[in-house]
């Protein structure tokens, strides 16, 4: 092969390289990574999930997920189900690979979640019985200064830990907020325990 034949062949290689490159940043900028994560848990869900912030995504160890100015809601509805100032989704990559439709998942965090009682009623009345199974969650659910909308009613500065969260295994979970009713302000600190959570 002649000099200037193995020059082009390395200058393609090269362009081959780099285009592969600059794809795949692209293909993983958080904004796209996070939209596609939201909407396959939004499909899996039942619910239009969104996210407004600036999110983060980092693949070294275990992917993670960090997404802003969460929204979810049932598709028509005006109220959220949902609404948080971040959430955090670790999930392994066999669940990434499977597109997320297994549940099984490492950790999810919420910073500033707000619920409101009502439209998740809503919400899980539309769900088909026995729909889905209970998500698997290796390091649990953290929660911080979340709060609980009711009809005359909230919870407020909601923490809540569950360190561990399986079909088959028993769920301990602490939870301490505030009740409010009216004038009536009640503080709550508990250890929680469930033999079957599925």
């Given at each position: 092969?002649?000099?200037?034949?193995?020059?082009?062949?390395?200058?393609?290689?090269?362009?081959v390289?780099?285009?592969?490159?600059?794809?795949?940043?692209?293909?993983l900028?958080?904004?796209?990574?996070?939209?596609?994560?939201?909407d396959?848990?939004?499909?899996?869900?039942?619910?239009?999930?969104?996210?407004?912030?600036?999110?983060?995504?980092?693949?070294?160890?275990?992917?993670?997920?960090?997404?802003?100015?969460?929204?979810?809601?049932?598709?028509g509805?005006?109220?959220?189900?949902?609404?948080?100032d971040?959430?955090?989704?670790?999930?392994?990559?066999?669940?990434l690979?499977?597109r997320?439709?297994?549940?099984?998942?490492?950790?999810?965090?919420l910073?500033?979640?707000?619920?409101?009682?009502?439209?998740?009623?809503?919400?899980?009345?539309?769900?088909?019985?026995?729909?889905?199974?209970?998500?698997?969650?290796?390091?649990?659910?953290?929660?911080?200064?979340?709060?609980?909308d009711?009809d005359?009613?909230?919870?407020?500065?909601?923490?809540?830990?569950?360190?561990?969260?399986?079909?088959?295994?028993?769920?301990?979970?602490?939870?301490?907020?505030?009740?409010?009713?009216?004038?009536?302000?009640?503080p709550f600190?508990?250890?929680?325990?469930a033999?079957?959570?599925?």
């Open positions: 092969m002649s000099r200037r034949r193995r020059l082009l062949a390395a200058a393609i290689a090269a362009a390289v780099l285009a592969s490159l600059l794809a795949l940043r692209t293909a900028q958080p904004a796209r990574v996070t939209a596609f994560a939201l396959a848990a939004g499909r899996a869900l039942g619910l239009e999930i969104t996210a407004t912030g600036i999110g983060e995504v980092r693949l070294r160890g275990t992917p993670t997920l960090v997404a802003r100015e969460v929204v979810a809601r049932q598709p509805a005006a109220t959220p189900v949902l609404r948080a971040r959430l955090l989704l670790s999930l392994p990559w066999s669940t690979r499977d997320v439709r297994t549940s099984d998942f490492v950790r999810v965090e910073d500033a979640p707000v619920l409101d009682a009502a439209a998740l009623s809503a919400w899980l009345a539309s769900r088909p019985p026995g729909d889905g199974t209970l998500p698997r969650l290796r390091d649990g659910i953290h929660v911080r200064n979340g709060r609980i009711g005359g009613w909230r919870v407020e500065a909601l923490a809540l830990e569950v360190p561990l969260l399986a079909p088959a295994t028993r769920v301990r979970a602490s939870a301490r907020g505030t009740f409010v009713r009216g004038t009536l302000r009640a600190d508990l250890a929680l325990a033999t079957r959570p599925a």
